[in-house]
Each structure stands twice: as structure tokens, then as C-alpha cells.
């Protein structure tokens, strides 16, 4: 690979490259040797601790059914919370100054609180003022918190896609005689919506890594939270945080990836219809003026 | 959520008018069934994270000394083992759970006290506990001022753990986790030097095969925890028989089998089967 | 409740009293905990970022490949594992202390560990971003007078993706401060931890809710305003 910032190396810094990658290597092997012998010292590499993860019943009984919980709550979110998102994200764009005011201030209310506020405050008003059953208030709360939150983020994701669009679609619109509403509802949101694709996907991965509060925090039966009862029983703690760590990173990497595949194809597709978003079309709604918080992938998420 | 209402609301009634037939009918029936018996299903409240107690099981059944007592007296109360459903009822959610009517009792290392009366009615006691200390085999704690500046590990918001700031041993370093599993693991590998909570909690895990031998419990009597049957508050139909129940399987012998079981294993010397509806304070 | 304190203003106190009984911590000091939290973590994180972005844009295929597989598998982890596993597995296992013995130090410090952890990634790909937007030529200027990689690298490319990445940057730290209400999971009393604590023992679960909501809104919008107006303005002009 070249790069701007350097060379294709000569003889002297190939040796030099050579020299920093074996410095680099020796400290990447002690520091596996360290965990590997405080593993060893504590115990914690036998064999019989890990042996429950080649098993099906540890995974039938906690792990998978806490995927499918902390998936069901992703999934929930997402389809309740894109629809949302999307009024207030075009409520942010609307022609009446109080309606944008009104969005603006509920979006950027909800962006500068954190997610487990949230979940903590919709669990007790779910337990004192409403009929869910205490078997499925974590759920609602989770969900609830999620929600609220990824709305408020999908908002300027679809407001960023939407201002993204060529003003042509807008005007050929109006020129055909399209209303505001018919506008927007069927030329501009669906190029936004499909243009800001990935956008959502990568989303996704923070509403999945976030449920992992409500496991901890308000007792949502998820992965997580699946991981300490089958500690309870198996006696591993380190190596259950391990596979359930693993398991996260092979979820989270499958919906990266998948964002990834979207942007390359959209892209792709986008030379044979003729241009929708600009090559350097910047999509990502932190880069608007007037607004901050986390936007699309930035730290967001616990 | 209007709809789960009316219908629940019209189980209820059914379940009433059935119950008055029955016990109308005859006084015997209250041994065999309490009218919803039959088809249907008993939602119990238990603890899915605490072997000895209420553990969820690789297999996905429960074991525990809970589940012993909860299954017995489900039993007397007409439902077959395969007729209750268990539900994992956390600590702070208890009462809550019985209040709303999710469940119909509960049995999850749930110590009577004054508090908790005035919300939710205790059938039992069902076991005496006592707040101790689990250490290492080797160790020398011995009483309770032995934890000053010693490191002790309890769960987060626990009595136990505030017993132990307050009175016991004010100058011990507290370590506090979601849960007592990540205790345990943390006196095997020496960051702590003991953990405290309810004796009967501390034997089920010095129980566990992985940790057999290592572990010693102290012997100390911190407190005295009575573990009751949390039935809804005003339910006193459910609450006698359960009572009617817990005195049976006293005195069948049922209840020296559930603790020979499942603390038989962790060398715990438990107390004598309580007298019910006498709490030691 | 408002009407209330137009016509009883002593009612204020009344509603409010309950704050004063919780002392361990109290409200401030809990949001006191919160900035400290976002200050060391922010600290941390810049450093390490700034270590990682650099590691990423390397001429050795290796730590490329190290820095590459840091920040893929660390975002893709939930934060709340990776604090947890601070407190567990670092300090049950390995026994990293961070020097206190302790255990609200410790906890404090492993927190700060963790989240370091985790939102150097974020730092990282934020300035790998702002690396790629200094143009070509900047780059082979620098090199036209012979300056070498770290020189290029500490000389031209970093103050100017620096001064690109203020915006992103500023998002970063807000969400870290928002991130920091995990370290409630680990027993560290910061404003999460008191609002989980209040809010199951009070009545006033609206009123609670919105002071923490307010208190975050205090932490985050400045931040957000200072933060975006700075970068519109060191913003380089090409």
C-alpha cells in the first residue's frame, strides 16, 4: 500500500520497517504471554470452564435465547423508531417556524440525554402507572429508551439525506404539479430513505449494543444478562464474558458488513440512474450546521 | 393492554365463581385443588441465579431449595409440577410482581420484614437463614470485626451489604456486584477475602462442584433472615393454604429431604424447620 | 405543578426536600463524578486515539493490521461489556488495580480504563477521517522538502486534520459524557447510579427524570455550541 504520507520504502526504510514491526511484535507477545499466564495462574484456562460453550444446552438454554431478546428489542426499536425519526425529521424541514422549533427542540432534547436515563425512567413509569406485566416491562423499557433516543438520531439521519437530494427532484416535483406533502412522500423520502441505507444499518449496531444497559440496569432477560445466570451455573466468569463478547462482534460485524455491501451497491447503481447523492456527498448528520450530538456511529452506544 | 385487562379481569371472576362452587361444595376440595387447578397453569415467582435456591439449569428445569418448596406447595394447592410456569422475579421487583397479580406467590430467598409487610403478605417462614460470611478454607476471619480492613464483596443495594457498612465492620473495603456469582469468582482468584450474604445463598454456591472444598462458610449469625412465601396482600385464602402446605411438608418429611438435597453438599448446618407463622427477629 | 409555586412558594422545598437525603452521593457530587469521568476519559482517549489513528496510517503492515482489528472489534462491543469485564476480569483476574486499593477508587480508575478503551476507536476513525480530507499535496510538499513520515505526520497532516476534526471530535466527547452513565453498572456513584437510586424510592418520578435530563442537557449543549462554533472557525479555508 502507498500512502500520501510516505514512500514506497527504499532498502533503508524497509530495514527500519522491518526492525519497528519485530519491536512490535515482541510487545504484542508479551502482552499475550501476560494474559495467558495470569489465565493460567488463576485457573481460568481449564478446560472444564470452557467446555459448556461446545455444548448445544448452554446455548440453547441462555445464550441464544438472550440473542433473540436483545434482537427482538434491536428489531423493535428500529421499525418503531425509523417511522418516528422520519416525521420529525421532515418536521425539522417544514415550512411553519414553530412546527421545525417544536421538532428541533424534542430532537435535540432527547440526543443530549443518555440512553439508560431513558430506559430507567420509562421502567419505573411502565412499573407505576401502567398495566405491563412485570415479565415484560424490561422489554417496553428497553424499547421505550431506544426509541426515544434512535428517533431523535434517525431524525437527522433522514433530514441529512433529504437535504443531500439534488434540488432538481424537488422542482420537477413542484414543476408536475406535485403538493408539498406529495413532494415529499413520494419523490424525496424514498431517495432519502434508500440513499441513507447504510446509514440505518450502522445504526442498528448501536441499538444492539445498547440494549446490553437494559440487561444490566433493569433486568431485560438479554444476552447479557443470560451470560451471569449461565455463569451462576458453570462457575465462568471470564469465559463467559469472552464468547458473549464474541458473539457481539460477529453480530455487529455481520451488520457493518452489510451496511458496507448496501453503500457499495447504492453507489454502484446510482452510476447506471443517473445521480442521486454526489460522490462526496457527506451523510453524516453531525456535518450540519446547527446541530451536534452523536450522529451516525460516533461513539454512540453502550 | 385493555384487552389483557377484560380478560383478565374475567379469568378472575371465573376463577371466583368457581372457587365459591367449590368450596360451597365441599371443605375437602382445598386439598386437592382451589377450583383453577385442573388445566390450568400457576405462575411462581422465583430466582433463576442462585444454586442451592432458584437456579436455572443447563437443561432449562429449575433446581433449589425455593423451587422444593414452591413446587410442594403448588402441589397442595392442585397443580402438577408440569402445570407451573416459574418466573424469574429479581429482588426489587417483588413486590410489584405479587401486587399486580403476575404471579401467584413467590419464593426467592424472601426474608420477611416489617417494610415488605405492609405491601405484600408472608406465608412461613419456610427457613431460617443468617447473614454470613463464605471465605476461603484456609482463611482466619472468624467473627465479624475480624473484616476491618479486610475486603468484602456483597451484591449492589443489599442488606447484607449495608449491615455490614453500618454495624459489623464499618473499616471493610466493599466491593459491590450485580450479582453474587461475580462474588464468588472474585474471592476464588483473592481479590476479596470473603463474601456475606444469607448462609442458605453462600452454601449453594460453596455447593457447586467447581468449587467444592475451596470455600468454608464462617458460622457467624449477623441476622436473622425468615424466609417467607410472598403471596398478593389480602389474598388470605392463598395465604392459609399455603401456610397448610409449608406446616405438611414439615411435618411429611418433605422438608428435611429439600434441605438434605440441596445443602446437603455444602456441609451447611441449617436451622430447624421454622415454626409457621412465628419470625425470629 | 407549576401553579403550585406561583401561589406557595415555600411548596418548592417541599417537593425538593427529598434530594437532601441522599448524601452518598449527593446530586452535585454525582455530576461532579460524571465530569470527571468524561475529563480523564477524554484525556485518555485523545491520547491513545491519536496513537491509533497514527498506528492505522503507518508505513508498517503490522501495526496497520493492529490498529485496523482494535478499532473493528472494540466498536463492535457493547460498552457495558467492556466495563464490566474492567471490573471483573482486569481487576478479579488479572488484578490491574490502577493503584488503589480501595474499591470506589478502583472502580473509578477501571471505569476511566474502559471507557478509554472504547472511545479511542471513535477519536481514532474521527481522525483517520480528518487525515483524508488534507489534501494530497500538502502531504508531498512536505516531502518535497524532505520532511520524513513523522515529520510530515506531526508537521503539516496533524494540525490541520486536527483542527478538520474539531466537529466530529466535539460528538465524540458528548457521547462520552453521555457513555459515562455506564460505569453506573460497576457501582461508580455518578449521575446514572443516583438516578436509578432515587427514582425507585421516590414518588417523583417526573420531576427526577427531568432534573438528570436537565443536567445532561447542561453538560452536553455548551459543549456542543463552544465546541461547533471553534471548529467553524479554526476550520481550514481552502
Given amino acids: 500500500m502507498s500512502s500520501v504520507l510516505y514512500d514506497t520504502p527504499g532498502p533503508r526504510a524497509k530495514r527500519r520497517n522491518v526492525i519497528l514491526s519485530v519491536v512490535f511484535v515482541v510487545l504484542l507477545l508479551l502482552l499475550a504471554w501476560w494474559v495467558w499466564s495470569a489465565l493460567d495462574d488463576k485457573g481460568q484456562l481449564e478446560w472444564s470452564l470452557w467446555k459448556p460453550f461446545t455444548e448445544s444446552e448452554a446455548w440453547t438454554t441462555y445464550l441464544l435465547p438472550g440473542l433473540g431478546e436483545t434482537l427482538k428489542a434491536a428489531a423493535l426499536a428500529m421499525v418503531i423508531g425509523l417511522p418516528l425519526g422520519a416525521v420529525f425529521g421532515i418536521a425539522r424541514l417544514s415550512d411553519h417556524r414553530w412546527v421545525r422549533g417544536v421538532a428541533g427542540t424534542v430532537v435535540e432534547f432527547f440526543r443530549a440525554i443518555p440512553v439508560l436515563l431513558l430506559m430507567l425512567f420509562a421502567n419505573e413509569v411502565y412499573a407505576r402507572s401502567t398495566d405491563v406485566s412485570t415479565e415484560n416491562r424490561p422489554l417496553y423499557a428497553v424499547v421505550t429508551g431506544l426509541v426515544l433516543y434512535n428517533a431523535a438520531v434517525l431524525a437527522e439521519v433522514v433530514r441529512a439525506g433529504i437535504l443531500a437530494l439534488p434540488k432538481g427532484q424537488t422542482e420537477a416535483a413542484q414543476a408536475v404539479g406535485l403538493r408539498k406533502g406529495q413532494t415529499m412522500r413520494l419523490i424525496l423520502l424514498p431517495q432519502a430513505v434508500t440513499a441513507m441505507l447504510p446509514a440505518i444499518v450502522s445504526q442498528l449496531v448501536v441499538i444492539v449494543k445498547d440494549t446490553a444497559l437494559g440487561g444490566v440496569m433493569i433486568g431485560f432477560t438479554e444476552l447479557l444478562s443470560e451470560r451471569a445466570t449461565l455463569a451462576a451455573n458453570y462457575a465462568n466468569v471470564i469465559q463467559s464474558f469472552v464468547v458473549v463478547a464474541l458473539i457481539y462482534i460477529v453480530v455487529n460485524f455481520l451488520l457493518t458488513s452489510f451496511a458496507s455491501w448496501l453503500e457499495k451497491r447504492l453507489r454502484r447503481s446510482k452510476r447506471s440512474t443517473g445521480a442521486v447523492l454526489g460522490e462526496d456527498t457527506e451523510i453524516n448528520p453531525a456535518a450540519i450546521p446547527g446541530t451536534f450530538g452523536t450522529g451516525e456511529n460516533t461513539g454512540g452506544g453502550g | ?281 | 405543578m407549576p401553579s403550585t409555586y406561583a401561589t406557595h412558594p415555600e411548596a418548592r422545598d417541599i417537593v425538593f426536600d427529598f434530594i437532601s437525603d441522599y448524601d452518598n452521593p449527593t446530586l452535585l457530587g454525582a455530576f461532579w463524578m460524571t465530569v470527571k469521568l468524561t475529563f480523564f476519559s477524554g484525556i485518555g482517549s485523545l491520547v491513545w486515539g491519536t496513537l491509533l489513528a497514527a498506528m492505522r496510517v503507518s508505513p508498517v503492515p503490522l501495526m496497520r493490521g493492529f490498529g485496523t482489528a482494535y478499532v473493528n472489534i472494540v466498536r463492535n462491543i457493547p460498552l457495558t461489556v467492556i466495563i464490566l469485564f474492567c471490573s471483573l476480569g482486569l481487576a478479579d483476574i488479572f488484578h490491574v488495580t490502577m493503584g488503589a486499593s480501595d474499591f470506589k477508587v478502583q472502580g473509578f480508575r477501571l471505569a476511566i480504563l474502559g471507557f478509554t478503551a472504547y472511545t479511542a476507536a471513535f477519536v481514532c476513525e474521527a481522525l483517520r477521517s480528518g487525515i483524508n480530507t488534507v489534501p494530497m499535496g500538502q502531504a508531498e510538499a512536505a516531502r518535497a522538502i524532505g520532511l520524513n513520515f513523522t515529520q510530515t505526520l506531526r508537521l503539516i497532516v496533524l494540525p490541520q486534520a486536527f483542527r478538520a476534526v474539531i466537529g466530529p471530535l466535539a460528538n465524540v466527547l458528548i457521547a462520552l459524557t453521555k457513555n459515562t452513565t455506564v460505569a453506573a453498572a460497576i457501582g461508580v456513584a455518578e449521575a446514572a447510579y443516583l438516578m436509578k437510586q432515587m427514582i425507585e424510592n421516590e414518588a417523583q418520578t417526573l420531576l427526577i427524570g427531568a432534573i438528570f435530563a436537565f443536567g445532561f442537557v447542561v453538560l452536553t449543549l455548551p459543549t456542543g455550541l463552544i465546541l461547533g462554533w471553534l471548529s467553524k472557525r479554526l476550520a481550514v479555508k481552502r
Avoid at chain 2, 429431604?257 to 441449617?270: E, I, L, M, Q
Fill in chain 2, 1 to 281: 393492554m385493555k384487552l389483557r385487562k377484560v380478560t383478565a379481569a374475567a379469568a378472575a371472576a371465573l376463577v371466583l365463581s368457581l372457587t365459591a362452587t367449590a368450596c360451597g361444595g365441599d371443605d375437602k376440595d382445598s386439598d386437592t385443588g382451589s377450583g383453577s387447578g385442573g388445566g390450568g397453569k400457576i405462575k411462581v415467582g422465583i430466582k433463576f441465579d442462585q444454586p442451592g435456591l432458584g437456579l436455572k439449569k443447563p437443561d432449562g428445569s429449575f433446581s433449589g431449595f425455593d423451587v422444593d418448596v414452591a413446587t410442594y406447595v403448588a402441589k397442595e394447592l392442585g397443580y402438577e409440577p408440569n402445570q407451573i410456569e416459574f418466573i424469574e422475579t429479581k429482588s426489587a421487583d417483588r413486590e410489584n410482581a405479587l401486587a399486580r397479580g403476575d404471579v401467584k406467590f413467590i419464593a426467592a430467598t424472601y426474608s420477611i420484614n416489617d417494610e415488605r409487610k405492609q405491601k405484600v403478605d408472608f406465608a412461613g417462614p419456610y427457613l431460617l437463614a443468617h447473614q454470613d460470611l463464605l471465605v476461603k478454607t484456609d482463611s482466619d476471619i472468624a467473627k465479624g470485626t475480624d473484616l476491618n480492613g479486610k475486603n468484602l464483596c456483597s451484591v449492589t443495594g443489599s442488606t447484607s451489604a449495608q449491615n455490614v457498612h453500618d454495624t459489623i465492620a464499618p473499616k471493610a473495603n466493599l466491593k459491590e456486584y450485580s450479582g453474587y456469582s461475580e462474588c464468588i469468582a472474585a474471592l476464588q482468584s483473592g481479590t476479596v477475602d470473603a463474601v456475606t450474604t444469607d448462609d442458605s445463598i453462600l452454601a449453594g454456591f460453596a455447593a457447586q462442584s467447581q468449587y467444592k472444598g475451596k470455600f468454608k462458610l464462617a458460622g457467624l449469625k449477623l441476622s436473622n433472615e425468615n424466609y417467607g412465601i410472598g403471596v398478593k396482600k389480602g389474598d388470605t385464602a392463598t395465604l392459609d393454604k399455603i401456610n397448610k402446605a409449608l406446616e405438611k411438608m414439615e411435618s411429611d418429611g418433605s422438608w428435611d429431604k429439600a434441605v438434605k438435597d440441596n445443602f446437603g453438599p455444602a456441609n451447611y448446618k441449617n436451622e430447624p424447620a421454622p415454626k409457621i407463622g412465628v419470625v425470629v427477629k
